[in-house]
């Protein structure tokens, strides 16, 4: 919790990220998810690592993906 903080204090990316204006997901959850994903995490890309806000789906920003 204290890399979080201290990151929403530097890092504007990370900032944004949380306040909604990007939808880029920041490079220390990019590594978090990467860590926790181990040997697994090579089999997904940056962009399958994104995570889909609601409110993208919302304002056609991304479409959501058809039940199965």
Request: charged share 25%; net charge positive; proline share 9%.
């Amino acid at each position: 919790m204290r890399a979080i903080r201290d990151a929403l204090l530097t890092d504007p990316r990370l900032r944004a990220f949380h306040a909604g204006r990007s939808d880029d997901l920041p490079p220390l959850y990019m590594a978090y998810l990467r860590k926790r994903l181990g040997r697994y995490a090579g089999m997904l890309t940056d962009a399958g690592l994104r995570p889909v806000q609601p409110e993208a789906v919302a304002l056609g920003r991304v479409r959501q993906a058809a039940p199965a």
